[in-house]
């Protein structure tokens, strides 16, 4: 008979920085390919990472972290909706052949350039300072500007992007809880901004992903917005 999990003697991730946590994982390592972590359990090992994303029956809990978060916020469930993210099965398969041909080879290589210079962007402050956290000064700031240009949000709105993107985010932190009004404002806001953008494409189409992702159809099946 399997023993329930959460009887287990299992170590235990909980640091309070990405440093503290990254050598707990390491410790944790060392035990057991299982440990606690605050909102859950944390796979310590790539293997096992590789098996459990590769499973059919393991399933993606994003529309369950307002519950392992104790959230009961009406404010955070009445505008949750289903998305490429959160959905399973036959529904995420639909959804990725809607978007599937907006991705291509062809696209991607035509960011590059931008790519680049984002990232030297990025980087040269490194190089000057001869030290780096690199989570926290490249892989945190590099995708906002990229996401931004392949929507087709105007270069003069990127930090705005920025910055309801950082408070939409707070969503995944371990202390939403704390933050559920700057949440629910981040998400209004860009809301508001997005439909706009899709209005505006609607009627001026462009080069650009949000105009790809318009146009798709499927045998009549359509993104809605």
Not at 89 to 103: C, D, I, Q, S, Y
Request: aromatic share 6%; hydrophobic share 40%.
């Amino acid at each position: 008979m399997a023993t329930p999990v959460r009887e287990l003697e299992l170590p235990v991730v909980d640091g309070a920085d990405r440093g503290a946590r990254r050598d707990q994982i390491d410790a944790a390592r060392e035990q057991h390919w299982l440990a606690r972590a605050p909102m859950g359990y944390l796979l310590t090992r790539y293997e096992d990472c590789v098996k459990v994303l590769r499973d059919a029956r393991w399933f993606s809990a994003l529309a369950l972290l307002n519950q392992t978060r104790g959230i009961d916020d009406p404010r955070m469930t009445e505008r949750q909706r289903p998305s490429i993210l959160s959905t399973e099965g036959t529904e995420h398969l639909r959804l990725r052949k809607l978007v599937g041909p907006a991705f291509t080879p062809k696209q991607a290589d035509a960011m590059r350039p931008l790519m680049r210079e984002v990232v030297e962007g990025l980087v040269d402050p490194i190089a000057e300072r001869g030290r780096s956290e690199f989570v926290t000064d490249v892989c945190d700031p590099y995708p906002i500007p990229i996401i931004c240009a392949m929507v087709g949000a105007p270069r003069e709105d990127w930090q705005l992007f920025s910055r309801l993107a950082t408070s939409v985010f707070r969503f995944f932190d371990e202390d939403a809880r704390d933050h559920v009004d700057e949440i629910v404002e981040a998400r209004l806001e860009m809301d508001a901004y997005v439909t706009a953008l899709i209005e505006e494409r609607r009627a001026a189409p462009a080069d650009d992903l949000l105009t790809d992702l318009i146009r798709v159809e499927e045998e009549g099946d359509r993104l809605s917005d």
